[in-house]
């Protein structure tokens, strides 16, 4: 079983930033590859951004050039350093790994922005 915990939400004003964290433990040799996906309300949820076991990475058109995704292979920790805040941004948001035994969501962590 693998255990997914996600932190680093909160209420940021427009233009401020925040880190989010998703720390994977239990039967685990290493992650695959992770992804951040966001859903608004009543609107579906979207990747956000994604990285490869080899570290290559892709991001949606929205978050090019504010949002980057890393990873620490050693902890099992996938992050999601979010700049240049908008209002939009406001989601709750998912992180997702792929491990040996399959695929697995963290419990989602609000992101506020205001305006």
């Known amino acids: 079983q693998v255990q997914l915990v996600e932190s680093g939400g909160g209420l940021v004003q427009a233009g401020g930033s925040l880190r989010l964290s998703c720390a994977a433990s239990?039967?685990?040799?290493?992650?695959?590859?992770a992804g951040w996906y966001r859903q608004a309300p009543g609107k579906q949820r979207r990747l956000v951004a994604a990285?490869?076991?080899?570290?290559?990475?892709n991001y949606a058109d929205s978050v090019k050039g504010r949002f980057t995704i890393s990873r620490d292979n050693v902890k099992n920790t996938v992050y999601l350093q979010m700049d240049s805040l908008k209002p939009e941004d406001t989601a709750v948001y998912y992180c997702?790994?792929?491990?040996?035994?399959?695929?697995?969501w963290g419990q989602g962590t609000q992101v506020t922005v205001s305006s």
């Open positions: 239990g039967s685990i040799f290493s992650i695959n590859a």
């Open positions: 997702n790994v792929n491990v040996h035994s399959g695929s697995y």
């Open positions: 990285i490869t076991s080899g570290g290559p990475t």
